[in-house]
């Protein structure tokens, strides 16, 4: 996506998604939403999880605070973020080089957001501690290649929530998937393949510092043995 970014300077955000999306699949493609799942043109999955994307903000954003996303990629939901809360900047956290490079080419012009190099194992995170004012943490879909999230939650995420006022994650939770029905077998069994961690959610209900406020379940499946699902903290 650098290379095609380069290739095509004019190119916005956007652009680079549709591109990605396009590259190695046709219409339509399968889409779960609420444990139900169907056949859908890409590009209106996209827009579908565009909408999830800012929905999981209602309510939490009020204006003038950061979004700092960890495990941001290349930027695409500070993106659609930006657009729909005008109020507020952006800053995310990638551990890639590429990811941090083709970032910083798309929104080289864009005032309320940036993105710098991150990793979720560095004892602090000074990203965050480099924002100032008040702070709402994101991810989506980046803590589930943790081998576990109970280190990442319950130790380096509370020594950084002096200036978090809220969590909110668009996760795979695999605590979520349902024990007795096949769709939510075969989603418990796609996670233990992948090697994904299993410990999410009951990291964050443990730890003492955190208060989870709702959980959503199956927001979003682009895969749908991989879905997406909401959750919300605040510190106690």
Known sequence: MLSFKRDHPDADYRDVKRVANHH??????????DEDVYLADIDDVQ??????????FDGVLEGGETVVALGCGWGYNLGVLAAAYPETRFVGGEPTENGVALARELFADHDRVRVEPFDFFDDRWRLLEQVDGRVVLFTRGSLTALPTAEPV?????????????????????????????????????????????????????E???????????DVAGGNPLHPLSEVHWEPT
Do not use: I, M, W
């Open 24 to 33: 190695d699949r046709e219409s339509p493609v399968l889409f779960s939403r």
């Open 47 to 56: 827009r579908r999880q565009d909408e999830v994307v800012r929905g999981a």
């Open 153 to 205: 939650v319950s130790e380096t995420l509370p020594e950084h929530l002096d200036r978090v006022t809220a969590g909110v994650h668009l996760e795979h939770v695999y605590e979520l998937h349902p024990g007795e029905t096949l769709l939510g077998l075969l989603r418990r069994e796609y996670t233990r393949l992948r090697d994904y961690n299993t410990d999410l959610l009951s990291a964050l209900e």
């Open 207 to 217: 730890t003492p510092a955190l208060d989870v406020t709702t959980v959503t379940y």
